[in-house]
């Protein structure tokens, strides 16, 4: 009896203590200024995009850092949950990369809301079309954001299915 009661009562502080998933979440975009945000900014890249398949860090980023423009979403308690970037590769072609959001804040119109900013961006540069490479299990997230598939691109690591796509701005 007492062994039973010790599990229930440590299942219920696990249950107290765990984090529960979000459900809403208000939300602001910006792009990152200060070192803090852009160590927060990369983390969140790497814990999303690279982490899960056992890339080393320094593998989240690549080139064209420098060159590109960040995009970080910010939750109601500062935290960052999401980000993207815009690059440019020519003077009306962009291209959105390293799209990632928080696992638990997955679902909550946080990416919509990375690709409206992005796109608002791309257009003020003069871009009049944005492309991207979209892992599979994205692609209906980047078909409800109206880009459509041109093609099925490139396998990432031997396993990540890639489709080229692109949005008319
Ligand atoms: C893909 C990802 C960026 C989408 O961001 P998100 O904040 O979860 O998506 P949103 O909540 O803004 O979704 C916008 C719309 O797309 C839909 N959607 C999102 N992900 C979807 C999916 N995997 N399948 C089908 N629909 C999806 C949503 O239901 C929503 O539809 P609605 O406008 O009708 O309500 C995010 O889930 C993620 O980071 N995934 C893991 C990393 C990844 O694969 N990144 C993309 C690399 S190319």
Redesign the pocket.
Known sequence: MLPLLIKYLQNAEHVLNSKPLETSVSITIKEPQTPKEFEAYYLLRYD??RKPWNQPIGSEKDANEDSSIHIMAFDQHNTVV?VCRLQFNSKTEAQLRF???KTNT???????QLIIYAEQKAKQRGATKII????E??V??YK??DYSIVEKSFLMWDEIQHYLMEKKL
């Open positions: 999303i995009l999401g799209m990632g959001v997955q679902g909550l119109g946080i990416g919509k991207l490479q979209a892992r299990i994205a209906e997230f409800k954001c």
